[in-house]
């Protein structure tokens, strides 16, 4: 834990990116999960939105008090500016606002950017220091498109051409995984990508162009599985919430109806968890589970023999004899559990944020850094900001009055 005055010091110490500003055409989920976290490290974060409906993830449920669960975890300490990019007065806004700006975020379909004047190509000569990060599903370089360029790309659609589906879910079927972990492969990637191109900026002075492919993200999060099936050879079959090639590793019922999760990495642990977990030591020697393959190839014998050893047992008893094994174990938590994980609450992770419709929890960013403390101001409202960068930008109260009017904003 940090003193309290180390911990004064770091609410009120410079954050990495205090100063840069940000402009981000996005809706959905990847290039908004990287530019709230380019928003949580200090950067200005204004987000242009269609008047009238904003970003569509607004819509997507009203889970938060009225709000859309995506929104407000990917939108938080960002300003709301409502810009009708087609109209000619809004584009002149929007080019002033570039003007200045350090970074240009955006993942509208492929070509969209482009045709707006908004390529790199079209904004370096207006602010040669701009870097510009185009998101797409299968990625936007005109110099290889590839047949898929202009292809359509949910997060879905990705975790299926990605192979991700191949290798998750049971042997009957496959499933997806239950957030969008390709939108959040792009969006890590685009928010790393960011930093190193501002890290170049320091070296040549020159913003530079970053094309993020979620399909690509999602490819090299796949890489186990890939070489796993090297040069023709299988590939790890569906388990469940199982390891597919470690066993045993996943869930596992004990007697009082709950799941415990436990993973074994080697033979050491194997020796142990017999003795100590399952009171059988003489089952560590059987010749079936005498190596991980063994235990692989027969999972299911070995898998008959545990689940009786637990059935005695509750949860808690049998983590008991986990740790005391020191075999890795966990509790298969639910959401309720998680809000209330004792972890979070004890390394104090959580904060409160407002919204429009008024404090909600959110988690402190992940890696914390005790030199300074993260951003964590309010969800904006849709076109919250709009009249306040309107006359940052010199439009008198008249100007923004017609704006408004002429539906530009």
């Not at 840069?20 to 990847?30: F, G, M, P, R, S």
């Not at 359509?152 to 299926?160: C, G, R, V």
């Not at 998750?168 to 492969?185: F, H, L, M, Q, R």
């Not at 080697?266 to 003489?282: T, Y």
């Amino acid at each position: 834990m940090l003193s309290s005055t180390a911990a004064a010091a770091s609410a009120t110490a410079p954050r990495p990116l205090d100063g840069l500003k940000v402009v981000t055409l996005e809706h959905a989920i990847a290039a908004p999960f990287c530019t709230r976290q380019l928003a949580d490290l200090g950067a200005r974060v204004i987000k242009i939105e269609r008047p009238g409906t904003g970003d569509f993830a607004r819509a997507y449920d009203e889970r938060v008090r009225g709000l859309a669960s995506h929104f407000v975890w990917t939108n938080r300490s960002k300003e709301s500016l409502t810009l009708d990019v087609k109209h000619p007065q809004a584009q002149a806004v929007l080019r002033e606002l570039l003007a200045d700006a350090d970074v240009l975020v955006q993942n509208l379909a492929p070509g969209a950017a482009a045709r707006l004047g908004l390529s790199f190509e079209a904004l370096h000569p207006l602010n040669p220091r701009l870097i510009v990060c185009d998101i797409s599903g299968y990625g936007d370089d005109p110099k290889r498109p590839g047949p898929h360029r202009d292809r359509k790309a949910y997060d879905l659609l990705i975790q299926s051409e990605s192979g991700f589906l191949s290798v998750t879910g049971d042997e009957d079927a496959p499933a997806k995984a239950g957030c969008s972990i390709a939108d959040i492969a792009a969006g890590m990637y685009a928010y790393s990508g960011i930093l190193s191109a501002l890290l170049q900026r320091q070296r040549t002075g020159l913003g530079s162009r970053i094309d993020v492919s979620m399909l690509e993200s999602m490819v090299e999060w796949m890489s186990y599985p890939l070489y796993y099936a090297f040069d023709g050879a299988s590939p790890p079959p569906r388990a469940g919430a199982a390891h597919a090639t470690i066993y045993p590793y996943g869930p596992f019922p004990a007697g009082d109806g709950r799941t415990v999760m436990l993973g074994l990495q080697n033979e050491r642990e194997w020796l142990a968890f017999c003795r100590e977990a399952l009171r059988d030591e003489a089952l560590a020697t059987d010749e079936r589970f005498s190596s991980n393959s063994g235990r692989t190839a027969n999972r299911e014998a070995l898998r008959a023999r545990i689940v009786e050893s637990f059935s005695t047992l509750s949860a808690d008893e049998v983590m008991q004899r986990l740790d005391q094994a020191q075999i890795a174990n966990a509790r298969v938590n639910d959401m309720r559990d998680v809000w209330s994980h004792s972890q979070l609450q004890a390394r104090a992770r959580w904060r409160e944020v407002d919204t429009p419709q008024g404090p909600i929890p959110a988690l402190l960013p992940p890696g914390r850094n005790d030199a300074f403390s993260p951003r964590m101001d309010a969800v904006p409202g849709l076109g919250q900001h709009t009249d306040a960068i309107l006359a940052e930008l010199g439009r008198d109260a008249a100007q923004i009055r017609a704006l408004h009017a002429e539906g530009a904003v």
